[in-house]
């Protein structure tokens, strides 16, 4: 089968009717019966019976769905991918970030970046670490910036910078805090599948947390409104913290690793990597002193 054969199976499939299959494809009815049969005669035995004045399915061409479907997937694929390689060769970039990230780390790199190109712009998506990866694996972004990513197949991982988590508990203390001091209970906690989270689970039950959140700035806006104590990480903090307000190193120290993550077999482009050292200048730079 050819492509617009499929096309033509997909629509009438989609809409019910070879008219309303071919008013889909933007062509005439004569011209979709007309491929209807010629994609009939190449394959060898027919796709549809009309019965009673409906189009049915024959046996041979339900067993065709699942191998249809999947070239549909893999057009939409391409159709993703070359709408990203005609936004890198325009100066654009596709970015996606966790929520944190996007609140001054990754403004701040646009900022600079536009410096040495001002006619770049940024598709930027903040998501979960999850959905990035997703996003990633679908071609909707080339780069992703989370902590404590996990490599996965199709994936890669680059380490850009170690941060750590710190805790604001609503007071201008800036003294070091040891975590075996902290009332879990007061804690707003985070999922414990977080990459945050996951460092906080051996210190805390999260069944003993009044309050739980899924994103970072919010645990820190709970906390500057004194609902709780926020353990959060140095980018979050510094972004979010008000003058006269202090987030305090924790006793363990908690280290987060920044990182990229990329296709694990597509080459970043010359503008992806400059964005990528960008990025890492301006995570170095940034954080609670």
Do not use: W
């Amino acid at each position: 089968m050819r492509i617009r054969h499929i096309e033509l199976f997909q629509a009438v499939l989609r809409t019910g009717s070879l008219t309303r299959a071919a008013e889909a494809l933007n062509i005439t009815q004569p011209a979709a019966s007309k491929l209807l049969a010629h994609a009939e005669s190449s394959l060898g035995f027919t796709l549809f019976e009309r019965v009673k004045g409906r189009l049915q399915l024959t046996r041979e061409a339900e067993i065709l769905i699942p191998a249809v479907d999947k070239v549909f997937r893999d057009l939409d694929d391409v159709r993703r991918l070359s709408r990203s390689l005609k936004y890198q060769s325009r100066g654009a970039l596709r970015i996606g970030c966790i929520p944190s990230l996007g609140l001054k780390v990754l403004p701040q790199t646009l900022a600079l970046s536009q410096t040495d190109n001002p006619d770049l712009s940024l598709n930027l998506i903040t998501a979960h670490s999850e959905q990035l990866a997703e996003a990633l694996l679908a071609r909707e972004i080339s780069i992703a910036f989370m902590f404590n990513a996990q490599a996965r197949p199709g994936l890669k991982v680059i380490p850009i910078h170690e941060v750590e988590l710190v805790c604001y508990d609503g007071t201008s203390d800036e003294s070091p805090i040891d975590v075996s001091t902290i009332d879990p209970k007061r804690i707003v906690s985070l999922p414990p599948t977080d990459p945050l989270g996951e460092l906080i689970q051996p210190y805390f039950s999260d069944a003993e947390s009044i309050i739980q959140v899924q994103t970072y700035y919010v645990a820190c806006a709970l906390a500057q409104a004194g609902a709780g104590i926020a353990l959060i990480d140095e980018f979050t903090a510094d972004a979010l913290l008000r003058p006269g307000q202090r987030a305090r190193r924790l006793i363990p120290r908690l280290p987060l690793v920044l990182g990229a993550v990329v296709h694990e077999n597509t080459p970043l482009s010359k503008l992806e990597r400059d964005f990528m050292d960008c990025v890492k200048s301006v995570a170095v730079a940034g954080g609670i002193t």
